[in-house]
């Protein structure tokens, strides 16, 4: 009688193994829809994909117009040459190339020609 014990409960012990496995594949496979995809806009200068950099600590000095492909040199650590590179709404951060360390926004005059 106890061989069968140990063989029943060996049994079951297998059995449940066995149908939780079966339950996690399915659950565990995508659908492979894709909802959305966001990218982030190119660098003029080297087609790199860009991205969102905060103000603080920025150590870029090169900017870069993504309309006139105007390259413009900024002081490091002046902000307020920041915000009048790339428009008084620029808030807390900047779009930033890093293959090219430069800055990418519209320059004044591309800005001013838009106002128009």
Do not use: W
């Not at 900017?63 to 902000?79: E, F, G, Q, R």
């Not at 930033?96 to 128009?116: P, T, Y």
Request: with cysteine; net charge neutral.
């Amino acid at each position: 009688m106890g061989e069968n014990l140990k063989r029943l409960s060996l049994m079951t012990v297998i059995l449940i193994l066995c149908a939780g496995g079966l339950v996690a594949l399915p659950g565990c496979k995508s659908e492979d829809n894709v909802v959305a995809i966001e990218t982030n806009p190119l660098c003029p200068n080297c087609h790199t994909e860009t991205r969102v950099q905060p103000i603080t600590g920025l150590t870029y000095t090169t900017c870069i117009c993504p309309a006139c492909k105007k390259v413009s040199t900024l002081d490091a650590p002046t902000l307020a040459a920041v915000e009048a590179y790339t428009g008084a709404g620029v808030g807390n951060t900047v779009r930033v190339c890093d293959s090219c360390e430069a800055l990418i926004g519209e320059c004044a005059a591309c800005r001013q020609s838009k106002g128009m």
